[in-house]
């Protein structure tokens, strides 16, 4: 995986290089200026990380540049100015991360990006007796365990097969997905609501939040909301 960083700040990169240097398989290609970049940019990239006020150019209009090179390409803003946090994601940026950078944050979010990447190829392959189903995560709005069987919920179907939610726990991790029962594990993309012990899903369905893991299921969900409200400025 090709990494580009573009800052005119030489310190604020040697920062973020030290930050990516405790993960593994990844280049980094490191730049001082919009015009640098272009020019001797990797012939392929993955994620962006870029000032949004260059010396030369706007990392805005750097993105849009970018995007037309990479059409896959992940972009996290940084920046000493909040009120760019709008025009930054009219080009669809992943992130936006205010200067200075904390270095459990911006870790947080990057493997946050790079997990949001992966759920577009993942596929869950699972099966029963007459079928074998392969799932995308966001086609599932929850699963319930009951009797040692699972049943999986999407917007078309309900399927059912032998299993533990304990490993479905697993193997969803990361795609947005948070047990909110002991017998329940919600698709968080799919809420709409949560009044009292009930939260409420797109298309009507609604599944139960346990007192015990009321605070636990907040916290995260709220954390999953964070991230993801950025898509709607």
């Not at 150019?57 to 992940?74: F, S, V």
């Not at 200067?99 to 099966?127: C, M, Q």
């Not at 991790?173 to 047990?179: N, R, S």
Request: charged fraction near 25%; proline fraction near 3%; aromatic fraction near 12%.
């Amino acid at each position: 995986m090709n990494i580009i960083i573009c800052d005119d700040d030489k310190i604020q990169v040697k920062q973020i290089e030290q930050f990516l240097s405790v993960r593994e398989g990844y280049t980094i290609f490191s730049f001082h200026s919009g015009t640098e970049l272009l020019q001797y940019g990797p012939p392929a990239c993955e994620i962006a990380i870029l000032d949004v006020k260059l010396r030369d150019t706007l990392g805005t209009r750097l993105a849009e540049t970018l995007r037309k090179r990479y059409p896959e390409i992940d972009i996290i803003f940084i920046s000493s100015y909040p009120q760019y946090v709008t025009s930054a994601f009219h080009v669809k940026a992943s992130q936006f991360l205010i200067k200075p950078i904390n270095r459990k944050t911006f870790l947080a979010e990057f493997d946050y990006i790079l997990a949001e990447r992966g759920s577009r190829h993942f596929r869950w392959v699972v099966s029963n007796k007459s079928s074998i189903y392969s799932l995308l995560p966001s086609e599932i709005l929850y699963v319930e365990a009951y009797h040692r069987h699972l049943f999986i919920h999407t917007a078309k179907q309900k399927i059912t097969i032998c299993g533990k939610l304990k490993d479905v726990c697993e193997k969803l991790e990361g795609y947005g997905f948070v047990l909110c029962h002991q017998g329940f594990l919600v698709n968080t993309r799919y809420i709409e609501r949560i009044d009292g012990d009930t939260i409420y899903l797109t298309g009507g369905d609604s599944v139960p939040i346990s007192s015990r893991k009321r605070k636990g299921f907040i916290e995260q969900y709220s954390q999953i909301i964070s991230r993801h409200q950025i898509d709607t400025l």
